[in-house]
């Protein structure tokens, strides 16, 4: 039985780390992809960019062998190191295809006779094209951020100042939170809240959460969803009261009228917030959350703890509701499909009993009836705890400013009506 010679050997192991390194750069497409998939059901745009770039990463194992075909063993061994070290450096996934096509170029370039020189300037011009825009964006994605240290990590948030801000009149201060997989900049750019900031003069900060990436893709640590923020046993709750404080000292802000607000994994984190820092705010604005539930229907029931002082809440939901559900439960499709919510009704009758609020609301409705207001009155300190309800809402934003627009009931859109109740309770 003849032994393999050495080339051979050297050849065989240079088509198993090939392997390697392209299953490394398939399994983070596949991750890419495969959330990309979960968070299209609640943010289309995002999901299907994520899903485009799972796509592409994943397209990298024929690029791995491609270049262990054309270079050898040298070619293999820059895929594998590269692709590893991509795939490890988890704050920033997309070096593994960035490296890896950096690595096959020069490689591709070194290997001489083995592809002519059109076709080297064509694949040097089709990366090109590919990455300027990526890094681009990538760059464009920290402009305009602030930082603050909290619990030993770096954290950040956008801010909005009014033109009319001058600094010689307290003004109000609202903290916005974004959604489970969202982040700040795609709040601040599309909610619509800096366009009310400007129409009645406050302040806006959009903190961001954290996750794998350094802006996208963020959650928050609201105490029971099973996400980036609560695996890592984020500090949120610090991070948000040591953002107010630092606020209040920099800007003339009215710090008896500070509120909060928040949609999907951020109202839950606004309920969170509130309950342990109750002092901190003059009300709260959740939307499309809960004050509690279960990460599994295994799971111990979480509730967030009873608050020190009273405080007045505008709970808004839409009925049509199918990832954080109006009636409670766990959600039919969507991001975090295994977590189980409370009700709106829940949500609403925890901080009812809280405040020591009359158990018999007064009820608005819109002029067509698809908007009721739930007003719980009289409770300690003149607080209030109203539930909005859209009946025909969903759980994405868009959706439920449209509903309000349409009804001219409380604002032309969901932002302005939240700032319009926050301001009344």
Not at 202 to 215: E, H, K, R, S, V
Not at 401 to 414: D, H, M, R, T
């Amino acid at each position: 039985m003849n032994e393999a010679s050495a080339p051979e050997n050297l050849e065989r192991l240079g088509l198993i780390l090939a392997f390697i390194a392209g299953f490394l750069l398939f399994i983070n497409g596949l991750r890419f992809a495969v959330f990309g998939a979960m968070l299209a059901t609640i943010m289309p745009v995002s999901g299907a960019i994520l899903i485009i770039a799972g796509l592409f990463l994943g397209s990298a194992v024929l690029l791995s062998l491609f270049i262990y075909w054309k270079v050898g063993m040298l070619g293999a061994v820059a895929m594998l190191l590269s692709s590893a070290w991509g795939t490890l450096v988890v704050d920033y996934p997309y070096l593994a295809p960035v490296m890896g096509v950096v690595a096959a170029l020069i490689l591709l370039y070194n290997c001489g006779p083995a592809i002519s020189k059109k076709q080297g300037i064509t694949i040097v011009i089709t990366v090109v094209l590919v990455l300027v825009p990526l890094f681009g964006v990538l760059a464009s994605r920290s402009e305009g951020y602030r930082y603050l240290t909290v619990d030993g990590m770096q954290r950040q948030y956008l801010l909005h100042i009014p033109d009319s801000y001058d600094g010689s009149e307290p003004v109000p201060l609202l903290v916005a939170l974004h959604g489970g997989g969202g982040d700040a900049r795609n709040m601040k750019r599309s909610y619509g809240l800096d366009t009310v900031a400007e129409r009645y003069g406050f302040i806006i900060a959009y903190p961001d959460g954290t996750g794998d990436l350094q802006y996208s893709l963020h959650t928050w640590n609201s105490g029971y969803a099973d996400v980036y923020a609560f695996r890592n046993n984020v500090s949120d709750v610090e991070f948000l009261y040591d953002l107010i404080e630092q606020l209040i000292d920099a800007y003339n802000v009215n710090s008896s009228a500070v509120y909060m607000t928040g949609h999907s994994n951020g109202a839950m984190m606004t309920y969170r917030f509130a309950a342990e820092h109750a002092e901190m705010v003059s009300g709260i604005a959740p939307v499309s959350g809960s004050v509690g539930g279960k990460m599994t229907e295994d799971s111990e029931l979480y509730v967030i703890p009873d608050p020190e002082h009273p405080l007045s809440v505008v709970h808004v939901h839409g009925k049509q509701d199918k990832q954080v559900l109006y009636e409670g439960g766990k959600g039919e499709k969507g991001f975090l499909v295994d977590r189980v919510d409370l009700s709106a009704n829940d949500s609403v009758e925890f901080w009812v009993e809280n405040n020591n609020c009359s158990s018999n609301p007064i009820i608005e409705m819109s002029p067509n009836g698809r908007i009721e207001i739930w007003r719980y009155a009289d409770g300690i300190d003149d607080t209030q705890v109203l539930l909005v309800t859209l009946n025909e809402g969903s759980h994405a934003w868009a959706n439920m400013s449209s509903e309000v627009s349409n009804e001219e009931f409380y604002g032309s859109s969901l932002a302005e009506m939240i700032w319009l109740l926050l301001e009344r309770i």
